[in-house]
Each structure stands twice: as C-alpha cells, then as structure tokens.
C-alpha cells in the first residue's frame, strides 16, 4: 500500500490517494474523497496491463463535476 498527498479540496481537507496492488498486475488508485476509484490497472487475456476506468488525471476534474459522480457509494 502506498499513500501520496494528491491535493486540496475546496473545504481545505487534504486529499490522499492510495495505491493498492497485487503482483504489480492488478492496481487501484483510491482517493479518500468519497472513496472515487481513479484508477484500475488490470491485465487482458494477453496479460498486457491496462487502465479499465474512465478517470481524470488530477483533482480539479473531480471537484469540478457533480459531487457523487465517481464516489462509492
């Protein structure tokens, strides 16, 4: 598991992201805003590794749009 400080929210709540991983193969990025799944790397039948979710690279795409957009809920 590895945590790294991601940004701001507009509340002035820091914003962390975890990296979950399991034989550098299967790979989640969770924010603790709302728990937003940004990424998930997973490999194909070939075993080729690839992003599967429609994420934003920074923060302000995520405080930008509707506030349950992408959260687990």
């Not at 799944?37 to 997973?42: D, F, G, K």
């Amino acid at each position: 598991m590895q945590v790294e400080q991601w940004g701001v929210a507009d509340s002035g709540a820091s914003v962390e992201r975890v990296t979950l991983a399991h034989d550098e193969r299967l790979v989640a990025k969770i924010t603790n805003l709302g728990a937003t799944l940004t990424e998930l790397w997973a490999p194909d039948r070939t075993g080729r590794a690839g992003n599967i979710v429609l994420g934003l690279d920074r923060i302000d795409g995520y405080l930008s749009a509707h506030p349950y957009l992408r959260a687990t809920m």
